[in-house]
Protein backbone atom coordinates (compact mmCIF):
# COMPACT_ATOMS: atom_id res chain seq x y z
CA UNK A 1 0.00 0.00 0.00
CA UNK A 2 1.08 3.62 -0.46
CA UNK A 3 0.10 6.99 0.53
CA UNK A 4 -3.46 7.50 -1.19
CA UNK A 5 -1.99 10.65 -3.30
CA UNK A 6 1.57 11.19 -4.31
CA UNK A 7 3.62 13.65 -2.97
CA UNK A 8 4.86 17.07 -4.91
CA UNK A 9 8.13 18.54 -3.95
CA UNK A 10 8.00 22.04 -4.59
CA UNK A 11 11.01 23.47 -2.21
CA UNK A 12 13.16 20.64 -3.86
CA UNK A 13 12.17 22.18 -7.20
CA UNK A 14 13.79 25.21 -6.29
CA UNK A 15 17.19 23.83 -6.94
CA UNK A 16 20.55 22.88 -4.78
CA UNK A 17 21.28 26.15 -4.29
CA UNK A 18 18.62 25.86 -1.62
CA UNK A 19 18.38 21.79 -0.44
CA UNK A 20 20.60 18.80 -0.87
CA UNK A 21 19.08 15.26 -2.06
CA UNK A 22 19.51 12.55 0.58
CA UNK A 23 17.98 9.23 1.71
CA UNK A 24 16.41 8.75 4.75
CA UNK A 25 18.16 6.25 6.90
CA UNK A 26 15.37 3.58 6.87
CA UNK A 27 14.74 2.45 10.44
CA UNK A 28 16.51 -0.59 11.54
CA UNK A 29 13.05 -2.45 13.15
CA UNK A 30 10.50 0.23 13.20
CA UNK A 31 7.64 0.39 15.88
CA UNK A 32 4.86 2.46 16.37
CA UNK A 33 4.81 5.05 18.93
CA UNK A 34 2.12 7.32 17.88
CA UNK A 35 0.39 8.18 14.84
CA UNK A 36 -2.11 10.81 14.20
CA UNK A 37 -5.14 9.48 12.51
CA UNK A 38 -6.75 12.84 12.48
CA UNK A 39 -4.15 14.75 10.92
CA UNK A 40 -3.07 12.14 8.12
CA UNK A 41 -7.19 12.16 7.06
CA UNK A 42 -6.68 16.19 6.73
CA UNK A 43 -3.49 16.08 4.55
CA UNK A 44 -5.74 13.35 2.06
CA UNK A 45 -2.73 11.02 2.70
CA UNK A 46 -5.40 8.41 3.78
CA UNK A 47 -8.99 8.39 3.62
CA UNK A 48 -11.73 7.92 6.30
CA UNK A 49 -13.06 4.70 4.85
CA UNK A 50 -9.95 3.14 4.20
CA UNK A 51 -8.64 3.96 7.79
CA UNK A 52 -11.95 2.55 8.75
CA UNK A 53 -12.07 -0.37 6.58
CA UNK A 54 -11.61 -3.83 6.98
CA UNK A 55 -8.77 -5.05 4.79
CA UNK A 56 -6.63 -1.78 6.54
CA UNK A 57 -3.68 -1.85 8.28
CA UNK A 58 -1.79 0.87 10.10
CA UNK A 59 1.60 -1.31 9.53
CA UNK A 60 1.45 -0.30 5.86
CA UNK A 61 1.75 3.32 6.81
CA UNK A 62 5.04 2.27 8.61
CA UNK A 63 7.43 2.12 6.04
CA UNK A 64 6.72 5.65 4.49
CA UNK A 65 7.10 7.29 7.91
CA UNK A 66 10.27 5.65 9.08
CA UNK A 67 12.07 5.98 6.11
CA UNK A 68 11.93 2.32 4.78
CA UNK A 69 9.71 3.71 1.63
CA UNK A 70 10.06 6.90 0.12
CA UNK A 71 6.16 7.93 -0.82
CA UNK A 72 5.24 8.27 -4.39
CA UNK A 73 6.21 11.85 -5.99
CA UNK A 74 8.43 12.37 -2.91
CA UNK A 75 12.10 14.10 -3.74
CA UNK A 76 13.79 13.55 -0.35
CA UNK A 77 16.05 16.69 0.55
CA UNK A 78 17.79 18.60 3.29
CA UNK A 79 17.34 22.32 3.49
CA UNK A 80 20.36 24.73 3.45
CA UNK A 81 19.45 27.51 5.31
CA UNK A 82 22.15 30.02 8.18
CA UNK A 83 21.15 31.34 11.21
CA UNK A 84 22.04 33.99 14.56
CA UNK A 85 22.01 31.68 17.05
CA UNK A 86 22.36 34.09 20.48
CA UNK A 87 22.93 36.60 18.91
CA UNK A 88 26.00 35.19 16.97
CA UNK A 89 25.77 34.38 13.06
CA UNK A 90 26.88 30.97 11.88
CA UNK A 91 26.86 30.92 8.22
CA UNK A 92 26.02 27.49 7.79
CA UNK A 93 23.48 24.95 9.49
CA UNK A 94 21.05 23.34 7.62
CA UNK A 95 18.59 20.04 8.41
CA UNK A 96 21.55 18.44 10.42
CA UNK A 97 18.85 15.05 11.71
CA UNK A 98 15.77 15.84 9.33
CA UNK A 99 14.65 14.86 5.65
CA UNK A 100 12.00 16.72 3.74
CA UNK A 101 10.28 14.32 2.23
CA UNK A 102 7.90 16.64 0.10
CA UNK A 103 4.45 18.41 0.28
CA UNK A 104 0.78 17.07 0.76
CA UNK A 105 -2.08 19.15 -0.37
CA UNK A 106 -5.34 19.09 1.97
CA UNK A 107 -8.81 19.33 0.34
CA UNK A 108 -8.52 23.09 0.21
CA UNK A 109 -5.46 22.83 -2.16
CA UNK A 110 -2.88 23.78 0.59
CA UNK A 111 0.45 22.20 0.36
CA UNK A 112 2.29 21.03 3.93
CA UNK A 113 5.91 19.51 4.50
CA UNK A 114 6.52 16.41 5.31
CA UNK A 115 9.41 15.91 7.04
CA UNK A 116 10.91 13.54 8.90
CA UNK A 117 13.14 14.43 12.09
CA UNK A 118 15.55 11.92 13.36
CA UNK A 119 16.37 10.14 10.25
CA UNK A 120 20.18 10.24 10.04
CA UNK A 121 22.77 11.91 8.52
CA UNK A 122 23.02 14.60 5.93
CA UNK A 123 25.15 16.75 4.05
CA UNK A 124 24.59 18.95 6.84
CA UNK A 125 24.45 17.04 9.92
CA UNK A 126 28.72 18.04 10.58
CA UNK A 127 29.61 15.80 13.15
CA UNK A 128 26.07 14.83 14.25
CA UNK A 129 24.92 11.19 13.84
CA UNK A 130 21.68 12.70 12.32
CA UNK A 131 19.38 10.15 15.04
CA UNK A 132 16.53 11.54 17.47
CA UNK A 133 16.48 10.20 21.06
CA UNK A 134 13.12 8.83 22.45
CA UNK A 135 13.12 11.74 24.78
CA UNK A 136 12.42 14.68 22.15
CA UNK A 137 10.75 13.00 20.18
CA UNK A 138 7.85 12.53 22.92
CA UNK A 139 8.08 15.73 23.94
CA UNK A 140 7.97 17.59 20.37
CA UNK A 141 4.69 14.80 19.31
CA UNK A 142 3.11 16.21 22.69
CA UNK A 143 3.68 19.96 22.77
CA UNK A 144 2.98 20.58 19.00
CA UNK A 145 -0.60 19.00 19.35
CA UNK A 146 -1.26 20.82 22.37
CA UNK A 147 -0.25 24.03 21.09
CA UNK A 148 -3.05 23.04 17.98
CA UNK A 149 -5.43 22.53 20.51
CA UNK A 150 -4.87 26.00 22.02
CA UNK A 151 -5.50 27.25 18.94
CA UNK A 152 -1.40 28.60 18.17
CA UNK A 153 -0.46 27.96 15.07
CA UNK A 154 2.74 25.33 14.50
CA UNK A 155 4.03 22.59 13.43
CA UNK A 156 1.75 19.07 14.09
CA UNK A 157 3.22 15.76 14.47
CA UNK A 158 1.75 13.27 12.12
CA UNK A 159 3.88 10.21 13.79
CA UNK A 160 6.58 8.78 16.05
CA UNK A 161 8.25 5.79 15.94
CA UNK A 162 10.99 3.79 17.77
CA UNK A 163 13.78 3.03 15.23
CA UNK A 164 15.16 -0.64 16.87
CA UNK A 165 18.39 1.21 17.41
CA UNK A 166 19.88 2.55 20.53
CA UNK A 167 21.45 5.86 19.94
CA UNK A 168 24.49 7.44 22.48
CA UNK A 169 23.68 11.05 24.04
CA UNK A 170 24.92 11.24 27.32
CA UNK A 171 24.26 7.40 27.29
CA UNK A 172 22.33 4.83 24.94
CA UNK A 173 19.02 5.74 24.61
CA UNK A 174 16.41 4.75 22.56
CA UNK A 175 16.20 6.29 19.13
CA UNK A 176 12.85 7.44 17.67
CA UNK A 177 11.97 9.41 14.76
CA UNK A 178 9.22 12.09 14.22
CA UNK A 179 7.21 12.86 10.71
CA UNK A 180 6.52 16.72 11.18
CA UNK A 181 4.37 18.77 9.21
CA UNK A 182 4.41 22.30 8.46
CA UNK A 183 3.11 25.11 6.07
CA UNK A 184 6.71 25.10 4.89
CA UNK A 185 10.06 24.87 6.99
CA UNK A 186 11.33 28.37 5.22
CA UNK A 187 12.83 30.57 8.10
CA UNK A 188 14.56 33.93 8.92
CA UNK A 189 17.73 31.87 8.59
CA UNK A 190 17.41 30.99 5.50
CA UNK A 191 16.72 34.03 3.82
CA UNK A 192 19.94 34.93 5.48
CA UNK A 193 21.93 31.75 4.03
CA UNK A 194 21.40 33.46 0.78
CA UNK A 195 22.16 37.15 1.67
CA UNK A 196 25.32 36.66 3.64
CA UNK A 197 26.67 35.00 0.46
CA UNK A 198 25.78 38.61 -1.46
CA UNK A 199 23.54 35.70 -3.44
CA UNK A 200 20.72 38.32 -4.31
CA UNK A 201 19.11 36.21 -7.25
CA UNK A 202 18.76 33.34 -4.69
CA UNK A 203 17.00 35.61 -1.82
CA UNK A 204 14.35 36.65 -4.78
CA UNK A 205 13.90 33.59 -5.79
CA UNK A 206 13.11 32.11 -2.10
CA UNK A 207 10.83 35.47 -1.30
CA UNK A 208 8.70 35.06 -4.29
CA UNK A 209 8.51 31.47 -3.53
CA UNK A 210 7.59 32.35 0.26
CA UNK A 211 5.08 34.42 -1.34
CA UNK A 212 3.37 32.12 -3.81
CA UNK A 213 3.18 29.81 -1.27
CA UNK A 214 2.04 31.92 1.93
CA UNK A 215 1.08 35.05 1.22
CA UNK A 216 -0.58 34.79 -2.11
CA UNK A 217 -2.91 38.06 -1.54
CA UNK A 218 -0.04 40.30 -1.90
CA UNK A 219 0.71 39.86 -5.80
CA UNK A 220 -1.42 42.35 -7.33
CA UNK A 221 -4.40 40.40 -9.70
CA UNK A 222 -5.28 41.07 -13.34
CA UNK A 223 -8.14 43.10 -12.61
CA UNK A 224 -6.32 45.35 -9.97
CA UNK A 225 -3.74 47.72 -10.39
CA UNK A 226 -0.50 46.39 -10.85
CA UNK A 227 1.78 46.56 -7.76
CA UNK A 228 5.66 47.80 -8.42
CA UNK A 229 8.21 44.69 -7.01
CA UNK A 230 8.88 47.20 -3.88
CA UNK A 231 5.97 47.34 -3.08
CA UNK A 232 5.52 43.80 -2.89
CA UNK A 233 8.43 42.66 -0.90
CA UNK A 234 7.85 45.19 1.58
CA UNK A 235 4.50 43.88 1.78
CA UNK A 236 5.80 40.55 2.18
CA UNK A 237 7.80 41.67 5.25
CA UNK A 238 4.79 43.53 7.13
CA UNK A 239 3.20 40.00 6.64
CA UNK A 240 5.88 37.70 8.11
CA UNK A 241 6.44 40.59 10.76
CA UNK A 242 2.54 41.03 11.59
CA UNK A 243 2.59 37.17 11.84
CA UNK A 244 5.08 36.99 14.16
CA UNK A 245 3.80 39.45 16.55
CA UNK A 246 0.44 37.28 16.59
CA UNK A 247 2.49 34.42 17.46
CA UNK A 248 4.57 35.26 20.27
CA UNK A 249 1.83 37.34 21.86
CA UNK A 250 -0.44 34.49 21.90
CA UNK A 251 3.07 32.55 23.26
CA UNK A 252 2.90 34.77 25.76
CA UNK A 253 -0.28 34.89 26.64
CA UNK A 254 -0.67 31.19 27.33
CA UNK A 255 2.42 31.25 29.63
CA UNK A 256 5.02 29.90 26.48
CA UNK A 257 8.56 30.29 26.33
CA UNK A 258 9.86 29.32 23.16
CA UNK A 259 13.56 28.97 25.05
CA UNK A 260 15.64 29.57 21.92
CA UNK A 261 14.35 31.80 19.24
CA UNK A 262 17.39 31.95 16.91
CA UNK A 263 16.53 33.01 13.34
CA UNK A 264 16.81 29.77 12.24
CA UNK A 265 14.12 28.81 14.45
CA UNK A 266 11.60 31.40 13.49
CA UNK A 267 9.01 30.63 10.29
CA UNK A 268 8.53 32.67 7.92
CA UNK A 269 4.91 31.63 8.06
CA UNK A 270 4.18 32.27 11.53
CA UNK A 271 4.18 28.71 12.69
CA UNK A 272 5.98 27.90 16.17
CA UNK A 273 8.64 25.51 15.14
CA UNK A 274 11.28 23.69 16.98
CA UNK A 275 10.36 22.62 20.08
CA UNK A 276 13.60 22.20 21.70
CA UNK A 277 14.10 23.37 25.27
CA UNK A 278 10.35 25.22 25.34
CA UNK A 279 8.14 24.85 28.70
CA UNK A 280 4.92 26.20 29.93
CA UNK A 281 5.01 28.75 32.87
CA UNK A 282 3.71 27.26 36.67
CA UNK A 283 4.28 30.43 39.08
CA UNK A 284 4.33 33.93 37.14
CA UNK A 285 7.74 35.27 37.13
CA UNK A 286 8.00 37.73 33.82
CA UNK A 287 12.06 36.80 33.65
CA UNK A 288 11.00 33.06 33.64
CA UNK A 289 13.59 31.11 32.02
CA UNK A 290 14.13 27.35 31.50
CA UNK A 291 16.86 26.33 28.88
CA UNK A 292 19.83 25.03 30.11
CA UNK A 293 21.90 26.75 27.09
CA UNK A 294 20.26 30.50 27.97
CA UNK A 295 22.70 31.29 30.98
CA UNK A 296 22.28 34.81 30.06
CA UNK A 297 18.58 34.79 29.83
CA UNK A 298 18.67 36.09 26.11
CA UNK A 299 15.46 34.01 25.55
CA UNK A 300 12.97 34.83 28.95
CA UNK A 301 9.62 34.89 28.97
CA UNK A 302 9.25 38.76 29.21
CA UNK A 303 11.91 39.34 26.43
CA UNK A 304 10.53 37.46 23.53
CA UNK A 305 8.77 40.88 22.52
CA UNK A 306 12.13 42.02 22.15
CA UNK A 307 13.80 38.90 20.81
CA UNK A 308 10.97 38.68 18.31
CA UNK A 309 12.07 42.67 16.73
CA UNK A 310 15.34 41.72 16.47
CA UNK A 311 14.98 38.49 14.40
CA UNK A 312 12.54 40.78 11.94
CA UNK A 313 15.54 43.01 12.17
CA UNK A 314 17.90 40.45 10.77
CA UNK A 315 14.94 39.01 7.99
CA UNK A 316 15.07 43.34 6.73
CA UNK A 317 18.46 43.36 6.14
CA UNK A 318 18.35 40.43 3.83
CA UNK A 319 15.32 42.24 2.15
CA UNK A 320 16.45 45.43 1.78
CA UNK A 321 17.63 45.17 -1.64
CA UNK A 322 13.85 44.07 -2.49
CA UNK A 323 12.48 46.81 -0.51
CA UNK A 324 13.94 50.23 -1.95
CA UNK A 325 16.42 50.59 -4.41
CA UNK A 326 18.10 53.27 -2.31
CA UNK A 327 18.96 51.23 0.83
CA UNK A 328 18.81 54.10 3.21
CA UNK A 329 15.05 54.60 2.17
CA UNK A 330 14.79 51.31 2.70
CA UNK A 331 15.81 51.12 6.19
CA UNK A 332 13.73 53.97 6.91
CA UNK A 333 10.80 51.87 5.85
CA UNK A 334 11.54 48.84 7.90
CA UNK A 335 12.60 51.00 10.89
CA UNK A 336 9.16 52.82 11.42
CA UNK A 337 7.46 49.77 10.66
CA UNK A 338 9.23 47.72 13.24
CA UNK A 339 8.56 50.72 15.50
CA UNK A 340 4.49 50.42 14.83
CA UNK A 341 5.26 46.19 15.16
CA UNK A 342 6.58 46.78 18.80
CA UNK A 343 3.07 49.02 19.00
CA UNK A 344 1.50 46.62 17.74
CA UNK A 345 2.14 43.51 19.70
CA UNK A 346 1.26 45.46 22.78
CA UNK A 347 -2.23 46.65 21.31
CA UNK A 348 -2.64 42.73 20.87
CA UNK A 349 -0.53 40.83 24.55
CA UNK A 350 -2.64 43.56 26.36
CA UNK A 351 -6.20 42.46 24.66
CA UNK A 352 -5.32 38.79 24.99
CA UNK A 353 -4.95 39.28 28.68
CA UNK A 354 -8.02 41.85 28.90
CA UNK A 355 -9.94 38.59 27.00
CA UNK A 356 -8.73 35.79 29.68
CA UNK A 357 -9.92 38.10 32.69
CA UNK A 358 -13.17 38.71 30.90
CA UNK A 359 -12.53 42.27 29.99
CA UNK A 360 -11.64 45.07 27.67
CA UNK A 361 -8.71 46.06 26.13
CA UNK A 362 -9.76 49.54 27.68
CA UNK A 363 -9.37 48.32 31.01
CA UNK A 364 -5.77 48.74 30.61
CA UNK A 365 -5.38 48.96 34.47
CA UNK A 366 -7.03 46.35 35.77
CA UNK A 367 -4.93 43.76 33.46
CA UNK A 368 -2.12 45.33 34.61
CA UNK A 369 -2.31 44.96 38.70
CA UNK A 370 -3.05 41.88 37.96
CA UNK A 371 -0.18 40.67 36.25
CA UNK A 372 1.83 42.57 38.96
CA UNK A 373 -0.42 40.58 41.59
CA UNK A 374 0.62 36.89 40.55
CA UNK A 375 4.18 38.09 40.32
CA UNK A 376 4.49 39.32 43.72
CA UNK A 377 2.72 35.79 45.17
CA UNK A 378 3.99 33.95 41.89
CA UNK A 379 0.52 32.79 41.46
CA UNK A 380 0.15 29.82 38.59
CA UNK A 381 -0.11 31.73 35.40
CA UNK A 382 -2.60 28.98 33.77
CA UNK A 383 -4.48 28.48 37.15
CA UNK A 384 -5.12 32.24 37.98
CA UNK A 385 -7.00 32.90 34.16
CA UNK A 386 -8.83 29.55 34.73
CA UNK A 387 -10.01 29.36 38.25
CA UNK A 388 -10.91 33.07 38.14
CA UNK A 389 -13.50 32.35 35.40
CA UNK A 390 -14.69 29.11 37.06
CA UNK A 391 -15.23 31.19 39.97
CA UNK A 392 -17.27 33.51 38.29
CA UNK A 393 -19.40 30.59 37.03
CA UNK A 394 -20.00 28.75 40.10
CA UNK A 395 -19.70 32.10 42.56
CA UNK A 396 -16.84 30.79 44.38
CA UNK A 397 -13.59 31.88 43.97
CA UNK A 398 -12.04 30.05 47.13
CA UNK A 399 -9.48 27.76 44.98
CA UNK A 400 -8.88 31.37 42.87
CA UNK A 401 -7.78 33.08 46.46
CA UNK A 402 -5.60 29.48 47.59
CA UNK A 403 -3.50 30.69 44.85
CA UNK A 404 -1.96 33.79 45.92
CA UNK A 405 -0.92 32.76 49.74
CA UNK A 406 0.34 35.56 51.40
CA UNK A 407 -0.85 38.15 48.89
CA UNK A 408 -4.19 36.47 49.59
CA UNK A 409 -5.43 39.98 50.88
CA UNK A 410 -4.33 41.72 48.01
CA UNK A 411 -6.11 39.45 45.78
CA UNK A 412 -9.26 39.76 47.27
CA UNK A 413 -9.16 43.46 46.73
CA UNK A 414 -8.37 43.07 43.09
CA UNK A 415 -11.22 40.60 43.08
CA UNK A 416 -13.93 42.64 44.16
CA UNK A 417 -12.88 46.04 41.74
CA UNK A 418 -12.89 43.20 38.89
CA UNK A 419 -16.52 42.28 39.72
CA UNK A 420 -17.55 45.16 39.80
CA UNK A 421 -15.96 46.79 36.49
CA UNK A 422 -17.28 43.25 34.85
CA UNK A 423 -20.90 43.98 36.28
CA UNK A 424 -21.08 46.93 34.02
CA UNK A 425 -21.17 45.41 31.15
CA UNK A 426 -22.49 41.55 31.79
CA UNK A 427 -23.26 39.11 34.18
CA UNK A 428 -20.47 37.73 36.14
CA UNK A 429 -21.83 33.96 34.48
CA UNK A 430 -21.40 35.57 31.47
CA UNK A 431 -18.04 36.55 31.70
CA UNK A 432 -17.36 33.20 33.14
CA UNK A 433 -18.34 31.03 30.60
CA UNK A 434 -16.69 33.17 28.12
CA UNK A 435 -13.28 33.18 29.76
CA UNK A 436 -14.08 29.20 29.96
CA UNK A 437 -13.47 29.28 26.53
CA UNK A 438 -10.29 31.02 26.35
CA UNK A 439 -8.40 29.68 29.30
CA UNK A 440 -7.27 26.30 29.25
CA UNK A 441 -7.72 23.91 32.33
CA UNK A 442 -4.87 21.88 30.99
CA UNK A 443 -1.53 23.03 29.38
CA UNK A 444 1.56 20.32 28.84
CA UNK A 445 3.08 21.15 32.39
CA UNK A 446 6.75 20.50 32.66
CA UNK A 447 6.48 18.34 35.21
CA UNK A 448 4.02 15.91 33.50
CA UNK A 449 6.18 16.16 30.13
CA UNK A 450 9.06 14.73 31.79
CA UNK A 451 7.11 12.10 33.54
CA UNK A 452 5.57 11.00 30.63
CA UNK A 453 8.84 10.62 29.31
CA UNK A 454 10.28 8.69 32.48
CA UNK A 455 7.63 6.25 32.12
CA UNK A 456 7.76 5.38 28.45
CA UNK A 457 11.53 4.56 29.12
CA UNK A 458 11.13 2.64 32.47
CA UNK A 459 8.23 0.67 30.38
CA UNK A 460 10.92 0.00 27.27
CA UNK A 461 13.22 -0.68 29.83
CA UNK A 462 10.83 -3.96 31.01
CA UNK A 463 8.93 -5.18 28.37
CA UNK A 464 11.41 -8.17 28.24
CA UNK A 465 10.39 -8.99 31.05
CA UNK A 466 6.68 -8.73 31.03
CA UNK A 467 5.33 -7.27 27.55
CA UNK A 468 3.70 -4.05 28.28
CA UNK A 469 1.94 -1.01 26.27
CA UNK A 470 4.90 1.02 26.54
CA UNK A 471 3.35 4.24 25.77
CA UNK A 472 0.02 4.35 27.63
CA UNK A 473 1.34 7.41 29.29
CA UNK A 474 1.87 8.82 26.58
CA UNK A 475 -1.50 8.66 25.12
CA UNK A 476 -2.80 8.91 28.17
CA UNK A 477 -1.79 12.87 28.42
CA UNK A 478 -1.97 13.41 24.46
CA UNK A 479 -5.80 13.18 24.76
CA UNK A 480 -6.22 15.35 28.01
CA UNK A 481 -4.37 17.74 26.07
CA UNK A 482 -5.90 17.88 22.83
CA UNK A 483 -9.11 18.87 24.89
CA UNK A 484 -7.65 21.44 26.49
CA UNK A 485 -10.61 23.62 27.43
CA UNK A 486 -12.88 20.86 28.74
CA UNK A 487 -14.38 21.04 32.17
CA UNK A 488 -14.44 17.48 33.52
CA UNK A 489 -12.91 15.94 36.53
CA UNK A 490 -11.13 12.93 34.94
CA UNK A 491 -7.84 14.11 34.03
CA UNK A 492 -7.76 16.89 36.65
CA UNK A 493 -4.20 15.91 37.93
CA UNK A 494 -2.68 17.41 34.65
CA UNK A 495 -3.92 20.82 35.58
CA UNK A 496 -2.31 20.74 38.87
CA UNK A 497 1.29 22.62 39.40
CA UNK A 498 3.85 20.73 40.96
CA UNK A 499 4.27 20.47 44.60
CA UNK A 500 6.88 22.47 45.81
CA UNK A 501 9.49 24.74 44.00
CA UNK A 502 9.73 24.35 40.02
CA UNK A 503 12.01 27.17 39.41
CA UNK A 504 15.07 24.61 39.11
CA UNK A 505 13.71 22.87 36.57
CA UNK A 506 15.88 22.96 33.17
CA UNK A 507 14.79 22.05 29.25
CA UNK A 508 17.49 21.24 27.27
CA UNK A 509 17.62 21.25 23.09
CA UNK A 510 17.08 17.52 22.47
CA UNK A 511 19.88 17.40 20.38
Not at 28 to 43: K, S, V
Amino acid sequence: MAFLQSLTHHYADLGEQFSQKVLPEPAINPQWIAFNAALAIDLQLVSPDELHSDDFTLSALLPFLSGQEVPDGAMPVAQAYAGHQFGHFNPQLGDGRAVLLGDAQDASGRLWDIQLKGSGVTPFSRSGDGKAALGPVIREYLLSEAMHALNIPTTRALSAILTGELIYREGHVPGAMLARVAASHIRIGTFEYFARKGQTEAVKKLADYAIARHYPELKPSESSPASTDHTIYFAFFQAVAKAQADLVSHWMSVGFIHGVMNTDNVSIAGETIDYGPCAFMDGYQPDQCFSSIDRGKRYAFDRQRNIMLWNLARLAECLLFLIDDNQQDAIHLVEKELHALGEYFDDVYHERIAKKLGLESKDSAMTKRFLELLSASNADFTLSFRLLGEGAVSDDYRSWLLLFGEAKDSAQQWLGEWMTLVRERKTLVEAGLAMRAINPAIIPRNHWVEATITASYDALMKQEEAPSAPFEAMHSMFEKLIDPFATRHDGADYALPPTGESDGYRTFCGT
